[in-house]
T-cell receptor
């Protein structure tokens, strides 16, 4: 089975930076994904890491350490529209993609 | 628009009933996944199909079943419905099993919101 842990909620101010941590334990590993989900909407893909290190994509960056079973998603220059749930998902050795419970980020003016 | 189509968008039914949720994957995508998302839970993986064959099974109840047809669309059948089955059911698709693609991201449909009264 898989165990994926991330904080339930985070709050930050517009223009600031927020880091969402994710720790995981899986049987086999074939990549870690971050998705964004606005309430009542479909999750949308943000980033993918399969090798250790940092992947940068505009205001969003994601980091992976496979030996530590750890990832983080960094959101910079926060905007009000970034208020959403951020889901950490891990693809295991059987290529099954399992999601964490999600971190609700609230951006305040 | 992800290219994944789910119908119906909303469904209200009574306990004990049976419903069928339909999913059309993105053009060319061979893999279809079903997820359940309840208010107090994250996305729970139910089942995955690849080119018509079941490939992985998650926490899917025996009252639920699914299949993928030759035209690659998929249906999720939920029977003997209970109040606790009320949830948002997402279908997602990806191009490959994951072996041949560098980034085998999943593209999600808008979901089917099921309410059991």
């Amino acid at each position: 089975g898989q165990n994926i842990d991330q904080p339930t909620e985070m709050t930050a101010t517009e223009g600031a930076i927020v880091q969402i941590n994710c720790t995981y334990q899986t049987s086999g590993f074939n990549g870690l994904f971050w998705y964004q989900q606005h309430a009542g909407e479909a999750p949308t893909f943000l980033s993918y890491n399969v090798l250790d290190g940092l992947e940068e994509k505009g205001r969003f960056s994601s980091f992976l350490s496979r030996s530590k079973g750890y990832s983080y998603l960094l959101l910079k220059e926060l905007q009000m529209k970034d208020s959403a749930s951020y889901l950490c998902a891990v693809r295991d050795g059987d290529y099954k993609l399992s999601f964490g419970a999600g971190t609700t980020v609230t951006v305040r003016a | 628009d992800s290219g994944v189509t789910q119908t119906p968008k909303h469904l209200i039914t009574a306990t004990g009933q049976r419903v069928t949720l339909r999913c059309s994957p993105r053009s060319g995508d061979l893999s279809v996944y079903w997820y359940q998302q309840s208010l107090d839970q994250g996305l729970q993986f139910l089942i995955q199909y690849y080119n018509g064959e079941e490939r992985a099974k998650g926490n899917i109840l025996e009252r639920f079943s699914a299949q993928q047809f030759p035209d690659l669309h998929s249906e999720l059948n939920l029977s003997s419905l209970e109040l606790g089955d009320s949830a948002l059911y997402f279908c997602a698709s990806s191009h490959a099993q994951g072996i041949t693609m560098v980034v085998g991201e999943l593209f999600f449909g808008e979901g089917s919101r099921l309410t059991v009264l």
